[in-house]
């Protein structure tokens, strides 16, 4: 706690810096992963393959997964910035093929009925019904993302992982603790916000449900 | 040096140090597999003491979610300090957080029992202990397999940073890679790595699927 105090301005650039690291990350594995999700929902003999190999990849350890990059994406920001965002993926397609798997079949008949087209019905009735469990697996992507940023640092990636490596060098535990509350924070932060934010829509469904709108 | 730095040459750069390989691939192994084992022998009586004082439960889950919160690699850092560097602090690190998903995994697994199967063999008249070891312990097991499982993979990984602390494994060729910019090096320390984190899963996944009956999948 002393030494995030001592060095307010350094722990706070390195904060930023992860929260840019994973913010990124998650707006690349959701504009993929979304549709991806969205995909293997329509086409249903490629759900298993793809949740099988992004089941796969996502348990190649990311210092592994980190150095495999480096000679192709170089050290740096980016490199970290794809391999957390093909980690983020994984929860992000997964939980959006649920949702969409969950949209009541009378309800979709029901669309149809009133005459809406594919992509209408999709936008207007299936997106939203889905949107809260596409949050919670942004939301269990983001924590995961904290974490594993904290290892970007090996690679240059910058963030949080400084104040840890910092210790390492020095063999003091100050900086690795300051590094070590502020990522569980942010992490924490992460969990309860989207959470919230899943929760609001889902209570805006309920009620517009009540109102029978 | 970065004249032949083709990262596809690990293959070869494996195939001319297949000593040191080995010995990487010992260190690696020893850690992931005391840790687990040491893992499992605290975890497993942890999550029954928990799941039979209802006071514990609250805490003891609290804590072991903060727990899994806290980066790998900070928890490698902060032995540093206390315990110094080499196996010994890498080892006790391993442990702490192979103990998080057993622990967890195995209270979930008992507390999923059925309040009826529950009493139906307390109307049978089992004491606390058979009620444990005959209904609940069965019951848990493919919950307590699937937290092995996730300790074992995050294991393989962990002991990979703890190269960081001198803890040896397939780490300390990523390390080197990474200083010297040599990439048969760092390939061949991460690729093996990788490889056998996806070959865990998958082989302990079919072993899952073989063990436990269908009636109990998670």
Do not use: C
Not at chain 1, 145 to 154: E, M, S
Not at chain 1, 186 to 197: P, T, V
Not at chain 2, 36 to 51: D, E, M, R
């Amino acid at each position: 706690m002393r030494y995030i105090l001592d060095n307010p301005e350094k722990v706070l650039d390195l904060t930023w810096d992860h929260i840019q690291l994973v913010g990124i990350a998650i707006l690349i594995a959701s504009a993929i992963g979304i549709p991806l999700g969205i995909l293997i929902n329509r086409v249903r003999w490629l759900q298993l393959p793809v949740l099988n190999l992004s089941g796969v990849l996502y348990t190649v350890p990311s210092i592994a997964f980190f150095a495999i990059l480096i000679p192709y994406t170089g050290i740096g920001k980016t490199t970290a910035i794809y391999a957390l965002a093909v980690y983020s993926l994984l929860a992000i397609v997964r939980n959006t093929a649920a949702g969409m798997d969950e949209v009541d079949k009378a309800t979709k008949d029901a669309a149809d009925g009133m005459g809406m087209t594919k992509l209408q019905r999709l936008r207007m009735v299936e997106l939203p019904l889905a949107l809260p469990y596409i949050l919670t697996g942004i939301k269990i992507a983001t924590v995961a993302g904290i974490g594993i940023a904290v290892i970007a640092v090996v690679i240059g990636g910058g963030g949080l992982g400084r104040l840890v490596f910092d210790g390492i060098r020095t063999q003091e535990a100050n900086p690795v603790l300051a590094g070590a509350i502020m990522s569980v924070l942010l992490a924490f932060i992460a969990d309860f916000g989207i959470g919230r934010l899943a929760l609001l829509f889902r209570r805006d469904l309920r009620a517009s449900a009540e109102r029978g709108s | 040096m970065l004249r032949n730095n083709d990262p596809l040459d690990f293959i070869d750069y494996i195939r001319d140090n297949p000593d040191k390989f080995w010995q990487l691939f010992n260190q690696h192994m020893t850690l992931v597999i005391y840790a687990v084992i040491i893992g499992l022998i605290i975890a497993v009586p942890l999550a029954i003491l928990t799941s039979r004082v209802k006071a514990l439960e609250t805490p003891m889950k609290g804590l072991a979610n903060i727990g899994q919160a806290v980066p790998s690699l900070a928890v490698l850092a902060l032995m540093l300090p206390i315990l110094g560097i080499g196996f010994r602090p890498s080892l006790f690190a391993l442990t702490l957080l192979a103990i998080l998903p057993i622990f967890l995994n195995t209270l979930v697994g008992i507390q999923s029992a059925d309040p009826a199967v529950i009493d139906a063999a307390r109307g049978m008249g089992t004491s606390d202990f058979q009620l444990l070891r005959m209904v609940q312990m069965p019951l848990a097991m493919p919950f307590m397999f699937a937290g092995i499982q996730t300790a074992i993979v995050q294991s393989i990984a962990l002991a990979t940073l703890s190269a960081y602390i001198g803890g040896g494994g397939f780490g300390d060729w990523i390390l080197q890679g990474l200083a010297v910019r040599n990439f048969p090096i760092l390939l061949a320390g991460a690729v093996p790595v990788a490889v056998l984190a996806m070959v865990a899963e998958i082989v302990l996944g079919l072993v899952r699927r073989m063990v436990v009956p269908k009636g109990l999948t998670v």
